[in-house]
């Protein structure tokens, strides 16, 4: 099931840097995305929601929604070692399942 | 801050055996869910579950398994005969229902053996 699409990295960096992640998808029905930040076995936790385009900012990150073509970013400013984990992107149509990426791991070195 | 509670956090158990997996929600949250993810692959959906009954169910989810809400709180996930590709990390979420933001519990690792 390929509805979103998500390179899985790695991604390393330097603290303070600017991060950038992204998916693709396929499914048109999608109205609400979310960025997942996972750490090593255990469950996601929801960093970011969003409805439709657009941007949205919560502190350092800031999620932004392009349905015209189908992409959805996750931008992290002054990244910090904290910050190492799996990022995953899911989009959900409104029926309540949510249909999430591969992941990215990024590792942020101090 | 409320959130998610699984028990247990590790599960083994043999092939062809039942295995029930618990869930204790978020206090207020309507309804509630269930995903897998195996080892190096996506998280992926399995069942979700309102007003007591089956909401959504993805193809994976086939009568080996149910779902119950036995009581106020609890959230189980039955697989009847378990098989080895079952094996798997086991979420639970919930979500309020005035919005769409589900909240995960740390997970429940099955290992069928």
């Known amino acids: 099931q390929k509805e979103v699409e998500q390179d899985p990295g790695p991604l390393s960096v330097p603290e303070g840097a600017i991060v950038s992640l992204n998916c693709t998808y396929s499914?048109?029905?999608?109205?609400?995305f979310m960025w997942y930040r996972q750490y090593s076995r255990k469950g996601p936790e929801l960093l970011m929601y969003?409805?439709?385009?657009g941007n949205k900012e919560d502190g350092r990150f800031t999620a932004q929604v392009d349905k015209s073509s189908k992409y959805i970013s996750l931008f992290i400013r002054d990244s910090q070692p904290s910050d190492s984990a799996t990022y995953l992107c899911?989009?959900?149509?409104?029926?309540?399942?949510?249909?999430f990426g591969t992941g990215t791991r990024l590792t942020v070195i101090p | 801050e409320p959130e998610v509670t699984q028990t247990p956090s590790h599960q083994v158990t043999q092939m062809g055996q039942e295995v029930i997996l618990r869930c204790v929600p978020i206090s207020n949250h309507l309804y509630f869910y269930w995903y897998r993810q195996i080892l190096g692959q996506k998280v992926e959906f399995l069942v979700s579950f309102y007003n007591n009954e089956i909401s959504e169910k993805s193809e994976i989810f086939d009568d080996q398994f149910s779902v119950e809400r036995p009581d106020g709180s609890n959230f189980t996930l039955k697989i009847r005969s378990t098989k080895l590709e079952d094996s798997a990390m086991y979420f639970c979420a919930s979500s309020e229902g005035t919005t769409n933001e589900q909240f995960f519990g740390p997970g429940t690792r099955l290992t069928v053996l």
């Open positions: 969003t409805y439709s385009s």
């Open positions: 499914n048109s029905a999608f109205q609400y």
């Open positions: 899911a989009g959900e149509t409104g029926a309540n399942n949510l249909f």
